[in-house]
């Protein structure tokens, strides 16, 4: 499972580089995470609850930092596992000044999957996969202009998308890469959202 792409913070590359070593925004804004505490110089462990399809649950993940040079690069190694299966790799991150209050991340992630979570399909991990990474690098940079807008407590206070939300987001994009795909697999499709839309239902409840 690979992922890449770019994304422009409003922000100076120093203020972008110091969120992303900030475990508390971090855990707000990072899709499905319970708990994100740092253990040791550059090394963190996490909870987060992974919903794809079918597949519930939640995951501990071990995540670590090597080759740091601030503020424009590092390599993240991530092992995570969990009762339905497994993910593990490596991410790299490199923060480029575009202006002085604009910075371009350029990441690329390989991870492999196992067990349950890979029996979904790897066009639906990948999408998910684009999505949930979509979804937490804007929730980031809402989080850095709350930082940016002021020194008040008021003024930087930062309210992350719910789960339900994320999951109604998640569904539009797997709709969307659907349609670009075959027809044939729309149906398909429409039969992989309407579960995953009624297990976000039901642990909400739940």
């Known amino acids: 499972m690979k992922i890449e792409g770019e994304f422009t913070f409003q922000g100076a590359r120093e203020r972008v580089w110091e969120l992303l070593q900030d475990p508390e925004v971090l855990a707000q804004t990072l899709p499905g995470t319970e708990k994100l505490e740092k253990t040791g110089e550059d090394q963190y462990e996490s909870a987060m609850r992974v919903q794809v399809g079918p597949v519930n649950g939640v995951f501990s993940c071990k995540v670590t930092l090597k080759d740091k040079q601030p503020p424009?690069?590092?390599?993240?190694?991530v092992d995570s596992k969990g009762a339905q299966g497994f993910a593990n790799g490596a991410a790299q991150v490199e923060l480029a000044a575009q202006s002085a209050n604009s910075t371009l991340m350029k990441y690329q992630a390989e991870l492999q999957v196992g067990g349950r979570l890979a029996g979904v399909g790897q066009r639906l991990l990948d999408t998910v996969g684009r999505s949930m990474t979509r979804q937490a690098l804007e929730a980031l940079n809402q989080a850095l202009q709350a930082r940016i807008a002021g020194d008040s407590p008021a003024a930087?206070?930062?309210?992350?998308?719910?789960?339900?939300?994320?999951?109604?987001?998640?569904?539009?994009?797997?709709?969307?890469?659907?349609?670009?795909?075959?027809?044939?697999?729309?149906?398909?499709a429409g039969v992989v959202i309407i579960i995953f839309l009624a297990w976000i239902i039901l642990s909400t409840i739940n």
Do not use: H
Not at 72 to 77: K, P, S
Not at 173 to 187: C, K, N
């Open 72 to 77: 424009e690069r590092y390599t993240m190694l």
């Open 156 to 188: 930087q206070t930062y309210t992350a998308p719910t789960q339900a939300e994320f999951a109604r987001a998640v569904a539009k994009d797997v709709l969307r890469e659907s349609f670009r795909s075959r027809p044939a697999v729309w149906i398909g």
